[in-house]
């Protein structure tokens, strides 16, 4: 396939590091990232669809990138899965928001056990948010990081807030004792999918400590736009 992948980007000042969702160069193939003025972390970051005010920005933005070329559209944050259809909808490419819809085919693929999901805001994901995954409560075990200050101060807070410095191997740290923590409390989780586009630089030292395949918005960009 070819194009380039066009990433739709919440409007933050934290530094987007190698692997992560809004560091164009985290793609196998060539992207291009467009913010979304106005869709900050607490906007965006909620059990349901954003301002339709935000939806349709994201909407236009989508369509933009489908004009330019554009094979495939992905985006920074896990909880656009609420405005994945609508989104979707409105171009003729494949768009993945979230790597939440990932989620039926990871079950299905790991003989259906419990899937477990590392976010960024546990509190935050909520029926609604599963429900446009695809997803029920009762096959998914989640595990959130909203309540680390290290993780909150950089990636939930209001966009002035944020800090702009990043520590790697702190948040590492973090998403790993998150993860050992997820496993030890539900040792049947199949698979762990990464719903934050912030956490795919960790992911390998997730899937070391944990025994377990991880997935991110990464794997499925190579599946849709190999």
Request: with cysteine; aromatic share 4%; charged share 15%.
């Amino acid at each position: 396939m070819g194009g380039f992948i066009g990433i739709l980007g919440l409007d933050t000042r934290f530094p987007r590091i190698l692997g992560d969702a809004g560091n164009p160069a985290s793609y196998h193939l060539p992207a291009r990232l467009r913010v979304i003025d106005g869709a900050g972390s607490p906007q965006i970051v909620r059990d349901g669809l954003p301002d339709p005010a935000l939806v349709a920005r994201f909407v236009t933005a989508a369509q933009t990138f489908e004009a330019e070329g554009a094979a495939l559209i992905t985006s920074t944050c896990g909880f656009l899965v609420s405005a994945q259809d609508r989104i979707a909808g409105a171009v003729r490419i494949p768009v993945l928001l979230s790597a939440l819809s990932l989620g039926p085919v990871i079950r299905g693929l790991t003989g259906n056990r419990p899937l477990g999901i590392l976010t960024a805001s546990a509190a935050s994901l909520g029926p609604q948010a599963l429900t446009a995954a695809g997803l029920m409560a009762s096959e998914v075990r989640i595990a959130g990081l909203e309540r680390e200050a290290a993780f909150a101060g950089l990636f939930l807070a209001a966009k002035e807030k944020q800090a702009q410095s990043i520590d790697p191997a702190e948040i590492e740290a973090l998403v790993v004792a998150a993860g050992q923590k997820l496993i030890a409390e539900a040792p049947d989780i199949g698979a762990v999918l990464l719903e934050c586009g912030n956490l795919p630089p960790y992911a390998d030292a997730l899937r070391r400590a944990i025994g377990r395949p991880v997935f991110s918005i990464l794997d499925g960009a190579r599946m849709l736009a190999p």
